[in-house]
């Protein structure tokens, strides 16, 4: 096998959360390019993501799945994605939200949807598909983290702690079942461009302020995770388990 090869997502099934625009479209469209077929799983089919992964020659498919379900119901929609072409190679956590504003102004709802989206749901979808996956000899399970994984940033209390459970979900499953050929790892995005924080971007003093202190000098773009997306689900990062790759233009070296 070449260097190259060992990049190649040639006949590979992944599965891939919150596919319908921003962050989780873009990282969807590259495991096509690369040659994975793709089982979306959003809370209704696009056509549209899912033509644009075909056009890349591979298959796709949506798979409904409301990550605000409980345990049963979001491995339902994982043993559906199973049973389309009877495996699951990659499994990657994408959706994510986010409740900005003084804790202390956050409703119960507010505060619970976002620990159960951003931290609930994908332990339960990686259960899953673990299940599933140790059957087969192993497989990748991506999740998407944040900076917010390290910091208590302001204002985004029921986030942070969210994704800083999901870095430490990220390293305990690691350590269940890399032994079973799983390796869990976490993409951790620094600012990138996307609808989530379009408000924080239209105030442009504030804007400014995140630029200034990124060595980058710009907010990234999704396409910027791309390059990490694929190193972990391939073979290339066999013995890469644990990890949170933060991609991020220099933010926390700052």
């Not at 096998?1 to 959360?17: G, H, N, P, Y």
């Not at 299940?131 to 192993?138: E, K, N, P, S, W």
């Not at 694929?230 to 233009?249: E, K, M, P, R, T």
Request: contains cysteine.
């Amino acid at each position: 096998m070449t260097v190259l090869d060992s990049f190649s997502l040639a006949d590979k099934v992944a599965v891939v959360t919150g596919t319908t625009r921003g962050l989780g479209r873009v990282l969807a469209l590259a495991l096509a390019e690369a040659g994975a077929d793709i089982v979306h799983l959003n809370r209704s089919a696009n056509e549209e993501v899912e033509n644009a992964c075909r056009d890349f020659g591979r298959a796709s498919t949506s798979v409904f799945c409301e990550l605000n379900g409980d345990a049963d119901q979001l491995g339902k929609a994982i043993g559906l994605a199973h049973g389309w072409q009877g495996r699951i190679d990659i499994l990657v956590n994408s959706a994510g939200i986010v409740s900005r504003g003084p804790i202390l102004e956050r409703s119960a709802t507010e505060i619970n949807e976002v620990l159960q989206v951003d931290l609930v749901a994908p332990m339960h979808l990686s259960l899953a598909a673990a299940r599933l996956m140790i059957g087969q000899g192993g497989g990748k399970i991506i999740n998407i983290a944040s900076l917010m994984s390290f910091q208590g940033g302001l204002n985004v209390a029921a986030y942070a702690t969210a994704k800083s459970g999901l870095a430490g979900l990220t390293r305990a499953l690691a350590n269940e079942w890399g032994s079973q050929g799983i390796c869990v790892n976490a993409l951790v995005p620094g600012y990138i461009a996307t609808e989530i924080n379009a408000d924080l971007r239209a105030d442009e003093t504030r804007a400014a302020e995140f630029r200034t202190r990124i060595p980058a000098g710009r907010w990234g773009t999704p396409s910027d995770l791309v390059g990490g997306l694929i190193f972990l689900a391939s073979q290339a990062s066999n013995y890469v388990n644990g990890h949170l790759l933060v991609i991020d233009g220099g933010w926390m070296s700052r």
